[in-house]
């Protein structure tokens, strides 16, 4: 119900600064609470911040509160995720995800599960 395409990754040095964006179709996209997740080599797909559906709560993992902030223009129908102080540990996949529900049923959530349609995935590097 939900295509989502994520662009704006690529090879940074650290301390540099990047910013994702996730594109997303259909009507009710503004409905629906939206999340960050990444997968680094050999590791499992963690849950990196969300943004409920108005854009007025956001909560992040504790390894990126301070150097990234989520936003979204549900005009453009589209979420953000600006990296800044970039670490080689932030080296990994990045994916949108929108909730499987509408409205507040997403909001603050951190596990996988509760987000229903995904991005391809666009890929973060940094380096040391």
């Known amino acids: 119900q939900v295509h989502l395409v994520e662009s704006g990754g690529g090879l940074v040095q650290a301390g540099a600064s990047l910013r994702l964006s996730c594109a997303g179709s259909g009507r009710t996209f503004s409905t629906y609470a939206m999340g960050w997740f990444r997968q680094a080599p050999g590791k499992e797909r963690e849950f990196v911040g969300g943004?409920?559906?108005?854009?007025?709560?956001?909560w992040y993992a504790d390894s990126v509160k301070g150097r990234f902030t989520i936003s979204r223009d549900n005009a453009k129908n589209t979420v953000y995720l600006q990296m800044n102080s970039l670490k080689p540990e932030d080296t990994a996949v990045y994916f949108c995800a929108a909730s499987k529900s509408a409205y507040t049923s997403g909001t603050y959530s951190r596990g996988e599960a509760d987000f229903g349609s995904w991005g391809q995935g666009t890929q973060v590097t940094v380096s040391s």
């Open positions: 943004i409920g559906w108005s854009g007025s709560v956001t």
